[in-house]
C-alpha cells in the first residue's frame, strides 16, 4: 500500500487549501485514516483522524471548527478541507493508515504514512 498526499500550497492566512491523500491497494476502507502535520523545529502532530467507513472524526483542538476531514472509499481517497488557516498551520502535512479505530492521535497507532505535502500560510 502506498498513500500520495496533495494539494499542499501557500495561501494567505484567512484562505482554503484541500489537502487529498489517494492510497493503492483494495482495503482502503477498511481502515482508518488520519492526518499529522509537522512544523519546522516541532515533533510532528495530530491534526485530525476518520474511522473506516468515514462516521466518526476527531480532530485536535487548535483545528476544531476550521479543518474537516473526510473520505470517499470508492475513491481511495481521503481529504483535509482546512479554511481560516493561520500563519501557525504552516506544516509539512502527512496522512496515515490505521488498521484499528480508538482515539487514533499517536504515530504509534498508525502503520503507513504518505510522503508529506507542504502547507504555508502567510500573514
Known amino acids: 500500500v502506498q498513500l500520495q498526499a496533495s494539494g499542499g500550497g501557500l495561501v494567505q492566512a484567512g484562505g482554503s487549501l484541500r489537502l487529498s491523500c489517494a492510497a493503492s491497494?483494495?482495503?482502503?476502507?477498511?481502515?482508518?485514516m488520519g492526518w499529522f502535520r509537522q512544523a519546522p523545529g516541532e515533533e510532528r502532530e495530530f491534526v485530525a483522524a476518520i474511522s473506516p467507513g468515514g462516521i466518526l472524526t476527531y480532530y485536535v483542538d487548535s483545528v476544531k471548527g476550521r479543518f474537516t476531514i473526510a473520505r470517499d472509499n470508492a475513491k481511495n481517497t481521503v481529504y483535509l478541507q482546512m479554511n481560516s488557516l493561520k500563519p501557525e498551520d504552516t506544516a509539512v502535512y502527512y496522512c496515515?493508515?490505521?488498521?484499528?479505530?480508538?482515539?487514533?492521535?499517536?504515530?504509534?497507532?498508525?502503520?503507513?504514512w504518505g510522503q508529506g505535502t507542504q502547507v504555508t500560510v502567510s500573514s
Open positions: 496515515a493508515r490505521s488498521p484499528r479505530w480508538g482515539s487514533n492521535v499517536k504515530e504509534s497507532d498508525y502503520d503507513t
Open positions: 491497494g483494495r482495503t482502503f476502507s477498511g481502515y482508518a
